[in-house]
């Protein structure tokens, strides 16, 4: 924790209207300028922090950067009657930007954040300034290898270092012993709700598609980041989608896997940020 200390104040505010109780929701808060929220993706043992830590600290330089725990993920609590769906994260996120007091702001979102961007653009466009979409589901998406092996993950220490090192990255020297265990112990922790996302009936949390009616219709400008050899959403996507959005640019990393931010966290921030300041 000292080291986020260091580059992010930890936070929480309460998010009403999705559950009969508020959701507390955990977010981490640094830098000035305008409103860019971080929208993490939903691997096991995900959170803003696991997600984010390389990319906060170089967008705090020129914005003011918000990264929430989404509902059911990280420290955000999860509530026993609310039913995980991509309209319930993407109205969580809404919920979040109305009790801190932000109408429009741009979105940064990794793989299902990237969807809940789409989302967000498509339902709410006038309070999504620009978006990136890094590694995000699209028209044309199937299900991968990769996404088959983090929805059939099971915690154990050893399941989570094969997961890192089979799926994320091309550059293997980033799965550190310490990574493994922050990803295994939080997975552990919130494994109960990450299962029944994706496998109770109950639940929508696998109804992540889009029409090529709907992409089209989205005029929030958006740029695109893609890691070529990614093996959980393909880079296929990423060039449908492009052809499909009307106002968007793609950026392909080569010898780059489904972590763009974390492989090439410093190109990535150089590339986002610019995208973001025009």
């Not at 330089?61 to 509902?71: E, H, I, M, S």
């Not at 088959?148 to 090192?165: E, F, I, V």
């Not at 992409?215 to 449908?240: C, F, Q």
Request: a negative charge.
């Amino acid at each position: 924790m000292t080291a986020m200390a260091d580059i992010c104040e930890a936070r929480r505010v309460a998010v009403p209207g999705l559950t009969a109780e508020p959701i507390d929701t955990h977010y981490l808060e640094a830098g000035t300028g305008e409103p860019v929220v971080l929208l993490h993706g939903s691997g096991p043992g995900v959170s803003a922090w696991a997600n984010w830590q390389h990319t906060i600290p170089g967008l705090a330089k020129q914005f003011r950067v918000l990264a929430p725990d989404t509902v059911g993920y990280g420290a955000t609590s999860r509530p026993e009657d609310i039913v995980y769906s991509l309209s319930t994260w993407t109205d969580h996120i809404v919920g979040f930007l109305d009790a801190i007091g932000l109408e429009r702001v741009s979105l940064v979102g990794n793989s299902l954040g990237g969807r809940m961007a789409l989302d967000m653009a498509e339902r709410y466009p006038d309070r999504v300034r620009r978006m990136v979409l890094m590694g995000s589901p699209g028209v044309g998406m199937t299900p991968t290898e990769g996404l088959k092996a983090l929805r059939g993950y099971t915690p154990s220490s050893a399941n989570m270092r094969s997961l890192l090192l089979d799926y994320f990255a091309v550059d293997k020297s980033i799965i550190t012993d310490d990574l493994v265990r922050i990803r295994y112990e939080a997975s552990v922790e919130t494994f109960e709700a990450y299962q029944a996302m994706f496998t109770d009936p109950r639940h929508r949390g696998s109804e992540l598609g889009i029409t090529e009616e709907q992409a089209r219709a989205i005029d929030v400008p958006a740029l695109l980041v893609h890691g070529r050899e990614d093996k959980v959403v393909p880079v296929e996507v990423s060039w449908t989608m492009v052809r499909l959005l009307q106002n968007a640019d793609l950026h392909v990393f080569a010898r780059c896997g489904h972590w763009t931010q974390i492989e090439r966290a410093d190109e990535f921030v150089e590339v986002v940020s610019s995208f973001l300041g025009e």
